[in-house]
């Protein structure tokens, strides 16, 4: 409250220095110091410049030019500090000011408005100087009130009304004077509002591609009063020449249905709108969140190609989905691979990001991001407009910050980030095997965030069902085994997955149980072809998949949700999370050569009661007492933790 005060009076005493000392330049030079002022806001503004800079290159730039972007954005600074010195000079304003520098372009549609004697309302969005509506009107010689909506500064606001009141002008505020407003108009005279800005108030439209708050009285007044509305739009020629453009005179269509008609008028009113706004993108005023409102959302997902990273970006993408429909908000998803020109080309990435600042500009890196990318994949990424920006895996989480930044978007972020503080993201989820910092931006998981749950369990059991790879009818219990692969430094032999057969036979057996397999894409040759051997006509084995074969969607989920206790392999905290969350027995057996990472992380869960360990030689005793026992399954609650980290930022 006192940071408002001090700022409504060094803004009071600023108009006023401002006004008298361009009283006595000239015209064109004081123009030219309000272009510099702008330039200087621009510089300084950085908030407000990064929320102009997205909204332009979502709407009405090259996608893949971040340069038109940026000057479009300073350029409409520039018109911005032109309109702020002509606003601090209007007391200077009078008719012969505008019979030399104001062109009004179509004013014989005023006329015809007018004559249809149920008052006129002439309708602005925030560009060009809408100060100067008030004033142009106040001189053509017919009555008109400007309708106006107190600022947060009260001493600022007033003085602006004096300017008003001097020229002309009538004023009648909106929290006081709706009827008013409404006299006015059953008088045949006229008033100046605004369309856009609508608020948490204002109807949904769409408005340059997205949903946008738009405000509503304008075409209220006019469906119930049946007044002429005139859409207006401004644009500075050159220095103090500035066109208005009147469009045509707008009449508002109505049907049985209040609430459609009221969308449907307004909606053609935005098109006006947006087609002066996409000729002058620079009048506009684009330093507000122009689709804060909006009920959709758009969500990124890049990935690096490898699949344990993608599912745990999905598993992300999934709360997220889940969380903002809670909300009444619908996303959308896309999915886009990054490739990186040069083996090196993601190292020397993430180091240039560390230098890059919080918003877009100069050095913003996104000239380096284009180097880094191979073309194609630079060209697709730029071609999206996302909200919320996902990605797992270290090395392109510097894509991830850059992109986010782009777009003014939120950046969530899995696993940690390669070479860049973590205070760069909106959301880091990091599991505790990689012994995370606490931080009020981090959510610290036990294991791999995924997509597993009853719904997707149930959809994945019933798609494999009808997928023809079982051979017969299962009975229960069902064992899962899930074998993974070589990794960089895991080695998966073929003579322990021999011993892993033999025991998994032999609980088999003794349970009367089916078995259902699957290899990995890591599998190697010599692993599959022992699978194959022990598995391919052996009567208890229902489901045989190679994955390097047959890489079925539904597999893994399908024996996730058909098994009652689940083998797997120690290489994949993927893999391992999932069977986890799927809330059955899980076994992993040992073996050797296993990363510190790995380690702490089967060591974690096993404390936890998550899994159970046991050496190969050992494995068909810890099976049958889980299944035969039925111990309590424990697992743990990440998805609950994300969703309150997501909270915080959506």
């Known amino acids: 409250m006192k940071q408002n005060l001090i700022a409504d009076y060094l803004s009071c005493i600023l108009f006023r220095v401002v006004g008298f000392f361009t009283f006595f330049l000239p015209l064109n030079f004081s123009l030219f110091l309000g272009r510099r002022l702008g330039d200087l806001i621009y510089l300084f503004d950085r908030r407000h410049r990064a929320i102009a800079y997205a909204n332009i290159r979502k709407t009405v730039s090259d996608n893949l030019d971040c340069a038109s972007s940026a000057r479009i954005t300073r350029k409409s600074y520039q018109s911005f500090g032109q309109n702020l010195i002509e606003i601090s000079s209007l007391p200077r304003v009078n008719k012969r000011y505008l019979q030399k520098y104001i062109q009004i372009e179509n004013k014989d549609c005023i006329q015809e408005a007018f004559n249809r004697g149920k008052g006129v309302i002439f309708l602005i969005v925030h560009e060009g100087n809408w100060e100067l509506s008030n004033i142009i009107c106040a001189n053509l010689g017919f009555p008109f009130i400007l309708f106006v909506r107190d600022q947060g500064f009260p001493r600022l606001n007033a003085l602006l009304n004096t300017y008003r009141l001097k020229q002309g002008a009538k004023i009648i505020h909106k929290n006081t004077g709706v009827r008013q407003l409404i006299q006015v108009l059953k008088n045949n005279q006229s008033i100046g509002m605004t369309v856009d800005q609508g608020g948490k108030g204002g109807l949904l439209v769409n ?44 009449t508002v269509t109505s049907s049985a249905d209040p609430q459609d008609d009221l969308r449907q008028n307004l909606q053609r009113l935005i098109s ?76 020397i990435l993430s180091w240039v990001s560390r230098l890059s600042g919080k918003y877009p500009g100069r050095g913003s890196g996104m000239r380096y991001l284009r180097y880094a990318l191979t073309p194609q994949s630079w060209q697709s990424l730029m071609s999206f407009k996302p909200d919320i920006i996902i990605s797992a895996g270290g090395i392109i989480s510097a894509v991830n910050y850059l992109l986010a930044k782009e777009n003014q978007a939120k950046s969530v972020v899995l696993m940690r980030p390669a070479n860049l503080n973590i205070k760069k993201f909106n959301l880091v989820i990091i599991s505790r095997h990689d012994q995370p910092i606490q931080r009020s931006n981090v959510v610290i998981t036990e294991g791999a965030l995924n997509l597993i749950d009853a719904d997707y369990l149930s959809q994945k ?61 890591r599998s190697s040759a010599e692993v599959e072809e022992v699978i194959k051997n022990e598995f391919t006509n052996y009567a208890r084995c229902k489901l045989l998949v190679i994955a390097r074969l047959n890489n079925n969607p539904d597999v893994v989920g399908g024996i996730l949700g058909s098994s009652s206790l689940i083998v797997s392999s120690p290489e994949s905290i993927s893999m391992i999370s999932e069977a986890v969350c799927a809330e059955k027995y899980v076994v992993v057996f040992n073996s050797v050569n296993l990363s510190l990472k790995h380690q702490r992380f089967l060591k974690n869960y096993q ?31 990440d998805n609950l933790k994300v969703l309150e980290g997501l909270n915080k930022i959506l």
């Open 607 to 637: 404390e936890k009661g998550y899994i159970y360990r046991e050496e190969v030689k050992y494995l068909s005793i810890c099976i049958n007492q889980l299944l035969r026992n039925k111990p309590q399954i424990n697992s743990p609650k």
């Open 461 to 521: 059991t019933k798609s494999l069902a009808c997928s023809g790879l079982f051979k017969g009818p299962l009975l229960h219990p069902c064992i899962g085994v899930l074998i993974g692969g070589n990794s960089k430094r895991f080695s998966l032999g073929p003579e322990l997955v021999l011993d892993l057969a033999g025991e998994i036979k032999k609980s088999a057996e003794g349970l009367n149980a089916d078995i259902l397999i699957s290899t990995s894409r």
């Open 207 to 250: 408005f340059l591609g997205k949903e946008a708050s738009m405000s509503t009285g304008a075409v209220k007044l006019a469906l119930k009063y049946g007044c002429a509305i005139i859409p207006v739009f401004y644009t500075r020629v050159k220095g103090p020449y500035i066109k208005v453009i009147l469009d045509q005179v707008f």
């Open 272 to 347: 006006i709108y947006e087609k002066y706004i996409r000729q002058y993108p620079h009048e506009y005023l684009w330093t507000y969140k122009i689709y804060k409102y909006g009920k959709e959302r758009e969500v990124l997902i890049i990935t690096d190609t490898k699949t344990g990273h993608l599912r745990q970006s999905e598993g992300a993408a999934k709360l997220i989905s889940q969380q903002l429909a809670v909300r009444g908000i619908k996303t959308h998803l896309s999915v886009q691979e990054v490739k990186f020109r040069w083996p090196l080309s993601g190292f």
